[in-house]
C-alpha cells in the first residue's frame, strides 16, 4: 500500500486529495499543513487519512510525497524534508516555476534528488486555500514534468502514474523551455493584470469608474483576484524568463503609443490584426 | 407613429432593431447598411420595414436617426446626413468615443447639432456584424449619453425614453468624463489584450506554446478576438484620452520590471496587494 504525503493542503493540495479519493486511490493520505483550518477542512471531506501538522511526520511515513506549498516556502521544506526523508520515497511538487525548484532541490536533497520529479499541473484558478479545492481540477488537463538527466525513472513513471490516475495527461519537458513557455502563457498574463489594476486604481475616477465597466472588464481581470504572495513568489521564481517577457511586451506597448500618437492608422489595424489571428489560433 | 432610421446593421445596429422588435416597438424601422448581406439578414429576422442601401433614402424619411456604424465613418455620415435631414429629425449614436464625435458632428450638423444626443451603451462583446446581433443586449447595461450645452432638452428626453424601452438605464455625463473613465475601463484593456497577443505571436516558441494555456489566458485573451478595423478607430477617436493610460500603466510596469529585476519582494506583493484589492472592490 502506496503511503502518501502531501505538503501543503491549498487548493492544489486539497485538489489533489479530492481527487485521490474520488478516483478511489487504494493508498494511505497523510495531509501536512501549518494552518488546522486546512488540516480539519481536509479531514472533514475525508480526502485525507491523517492529518499533521509537523512536517518531519508526514515526510518519514511517505513513500511518495507531493509538495503542494507555495513557491517562497520550498526552501524551508526541502530542509525538513531531507533530514526525515525514507531512503526510497519519491518526490513531486506543483510549482509554477521549474528551473530555480530543481536548483532548490540538487543543493538541499542530496542523493535524493534523483528521486525528485519536478512537476506542475497546467490548472488552477484565480481562487486559493483548500476551501476552493475541486476532485475534477485536473481532470484532462496537461501536467508537465521537467526531469533532471539525473532523475531516476521509475520515479518518473510512478508520478506520471499517479497523475494520469486524476486524470491528466502528463508530458516531459526541460525545465527552461517551460519556465519560458509559462512565463509567455501565464505569468506574463497575470503581471499585465495586476498591473491594469494597479493603474486603474491610482485614476482620479477610481472607484466611480468601475460602474461603467462592462464583460471585457470582468473577463480581462478575473486573474487579478489571485492571491498577492503566490505571485511574487512565482515571479520572484522565474525571474529571467518573466522579465524577457516584460521587456518584449513593453517594447510592443512602446510601438503601439507611439502609432496611436502619430495616429498612424494602418499600423495599428495591422498591430491588432496580428493580434487577432494570434487569438484566433489560441481558440483552435 | 415614429419613422426610425438605424444607420449600420453591425452588432450595434441589429441588436436595437431586434430589441425594438421584442420590445414590440410599434414605429416604423428603416435599416441602412452598405452591405447588402447585413440588409438581408434584417429583414429575414423581421426585424426592420423596410431595407435601403441608401443612406440618403434612409435619413429623410425619419424622425429619428441612430448612427450605429463605426467611428471611422462618422465623417461620410454626418455628411450624408446633414443634406438628407427632416428639420425637426432627432439624432443620435453608440459610438465609444464621445469628445471626437461631438465636434465632428458640430462641424458636420449645423443648426441640426443641437438635435444630435451623443450616446454610448456600455455593451458589447468581442463578436461583431449582425449576425452576433442579440436583442437583450441592452437589457440592465448602462446608456452614457454626453449632451453638449446647447442639445435640446426635448431630443435628450426622446433618445432617453428610447434606451429605457430597451431595457437600459440612462444616465448623462459630460462627454470628456466619459472618454476618460472609458479609456481607463475599456480601451486601454482592449490594447493591453492586443498586445499582450503580439508579445505571443512574436515569441519563438509560437504556436506551440499555446498548448500550455488555461482558463485565465482564455479569460484574459477573450476582447483580443474584437475587430481590428473598429477598435482602431476607437483608439484614434479617444487617442488623448486613451495616450494618458496606455503612459500610467507603463510606468507601473517599468516599476513592476524594476522589482522584478531587484527581487523587491515586498514591494511586488503591496503592488499585487493593491492591484487584488481593486479588482476586490470592481466586483461589489
Not at 488540516?39 to 515526510?59: C, F, N, W, Y
Not at 524534508?81 to 509554477?96: F, R
Not at 490548472?123 to 538527466?149: C, W
Request: aromatic share 6%.
Amino acid at each position: 500500500m502506496t503511503r502518501l504525503a502531501i505538503i501543503g493542503l491549498g487548493l492544489m493540495g486539497g485538489s489533489i486529495a479530492l481527487a485521490l479519493k474520488q478516483k478511489s486511490f487504494d493508498g494511505h493520505i497523510i495531509g501536512y499543513d501549518a494552518q488546522a483550518a486546512s488540516l480539519q477542512a481536509a479531514i472533514a471531506s475525508h480526502s485525507i487519512h491523517e492529518a499533521t501538522s509537523d512536517m518531519g511526520t508526514a515526510v518519514q511515513k511517505a513513500d511518495v510525497i507531493i509538495i503542494a506549498a507555495p513557491l517562497t516556502a520550498y526552501s524551508t521544506v526541502f530542509s525538513i524534508i531531507c533530514s526525515h526523508l525514507q531512503p526510497s520515497a519519491i518526490l513531486t511538487d506543483v510549482g509554477s516555476a521549474k528551473t530555480s525548484v530543481i536548483h532548490l532541490a540538487q543543493q538541499a536533497l542530496g542523493d535524493a534528488f534523483s528521486r525528485f520529479v519536478p512537476g506542475h499541473p497546467i490548472a488552477g484558478m484565480e481562487k486559493s486555500g483548500i476551501q476552493a479545492a475541486n476532485p475534477h481540477l485536473f481532470q484532462d488537463k496537461l501536467v508537465v514534468l521537467t526531469p533532471a538527466v539525473q532523475t531516476d525513472k521509475e520515479a518518473i513513471k510512478i508520478v506520471t502514474q499517479l497523475w494520469e490516475k486524476l486524470g491528466a495527461c502528463v508530458e516531459q519537458m526541460d525545465a527552461r523551455l517551460h519556465d519560458k513557455i509559462l512565463a509567455a502563457t501565464s505569468h506574463l498574463p497575470q503581471m499585465l493584470a495586476y498591473t491594469y489594476l494597479q493603474t486603474l486604481r491610482t485614476s482620479q475616477e477610481f472607484p466611480q469608474l468601475l460602474k461603467y465597466t462592462g464583460s471585457g472588464f470582468k473577463d480581462f481581470t478575473r486573474i487579478a483576484a489571485s492571491n498577492p504572495a503566490l505571485w511574487a513568489g512565482i515571479a520572484l521564481n522565474n525571474r529571467d524568463a518573466l522579465l524577457q517577457e516584460l521587456h518584449q511586451f513593453r517594447q510592443h506597448l512602446d510601438e503601439l503609443i507611439e502609432n496611436l500618437s502619430t495616429e498612424n492608422d494602418q499600423a495599428l489595424q495591422s498591430s491588432f490584426t496580428t493580434a487577432q489571428l494570434a487569438h484566433e489560433k489560441s481558440r483552435n
